[in-house]
């Protein structure tokens, strides 16, 4: 059982991780390249 729940950690820790990525990268490209509807 501890195969399976070190993996379910793995896989739940790398979700955090890409949503932190894909947050903060939408926030960078908003950053460097303003939106057209913040005008």
Do not use: C, N
């Amino acid at each position: 059982m501890g195969l399976i729940s070190s993996s379910w950690s793995l896989k739940k820790f790398f979700a955090i991780v890409f949503v932190a990525f894909a947050m903060s990268g939408e926030f960078v490209a908003g950053y460097y390249r303003p939106s057209p509807w913040r005008y």
